[in-house]
């Protein structure tokens, strides 16, 4: 069974449009988040979810809105796309949001805008 | 605040040899350090975790790390490398005092190749 999914795998779409990546955890975990890895390789938190409450928002631009419709689920909408948004987008999830507390991380979504 | 720095972007060794990849940190509050790899193509995967317990931390792998606080370092380190060990290697810290937010920063990588 896998821990933490994301769906889709690959994502291309045009400039513009909107789209947006599901994530899921059957960890029982009750915090969730997104990360994004660009072109070389750098790995940024971009949202922190715990227990459907947004804690962390890393000044990413309002085009992106997280969704949490349950603590098991976190999906990332995004409006307007734009190249720059091109890269890997990783979910995790962890027991409590403790520094101590490992991530677990999905397979990750690579969106490429064109 | 937190920060990590992997010392070397690229590190390539032969088959059987030790494997080093280097990893400083940045942190105003006890931290706790991770090393996270990552396959081609493949999500991140926990190798090891220091938490305030024991300074030299055993992974998965045969991989290991040592906390050195005087030299505020986390390197990894396998005594043999594996064809297999190929993959990119980040290293992570995160503030471990309570009620922290769990935010991770990332180093920003190290690519292991390994050599027949």
């Known amino acids: 069974d896998t821990a933490v999914s994301q769906t889709p795998k690959y994502l291309v779409t045009q400039m513009g449009n909107d789209k947006s990546i599901k994530c899921e955890q059957n960890l029982g975990h009750d915090t969730m988040y997104w990360y994004k890895q660009d072109s070389k390789k750098f790995l940024k938190i971009m949202f922190s979810?715990?227990?459907?409450?947004?804690?962390i928002n890393e000044t990413v631009p309002n085009r992106f809105s997280p969704k949490s419709p349950d603590k098991a689920h976190l999906n990332l909408h995004i409006n307007s796309l734009e190249l720059g948004d091109s890269a890997v987008y990783f979910c995790?999830?962890?027991?409590?949001?403790?520094?101590?507390?490992?991530?677990?991380f999905g397979q990750g979504t690579r969106l490429t805008v064109v | 605040a937190q920060s990590v720095t992997q010392l070397d972007s690229h590190v390539s060794v032969s088959e059987g040899t030790p494997v080093l990849l280097r990893c400083n940190y940045s942190s105003s509050y006890s931290p706790s350090l991770f090393w996270y790899v990552q396959h081609p193509n493949k999500g991140l995967q926990l190798l090891l975790k220091y938490t305030s317990a024991a300074t030299l931390v055993k992974g998965i792998n045969g991989f290991e790390a040592e906390f050195k606080k005087s030299e505020t370092s986390f390197h990894l380190t396998k005594p043999s490398a594996h064809m297999s060990d190929a993959a990119e290697y980040f290293c992570?810290?995160?503030?471990?005092?309570?009620?922290?937010?769990?935010?991770?920063?990332f180093g920003t990588g190290t690519l292991l190749a390994v050599q027949p």
């Open positions: 992570v810290v995160t503030p471990s005092y309570g009620g922290a937010t769990n935010k991770l920063i």
């Open positions: 995790a999830s962890s027991r409590g949001q403790g520094g101590n507390t490992e991530a677990f």
């Open positions: 979810y715990n227990n459907k409450e947004l804690i």
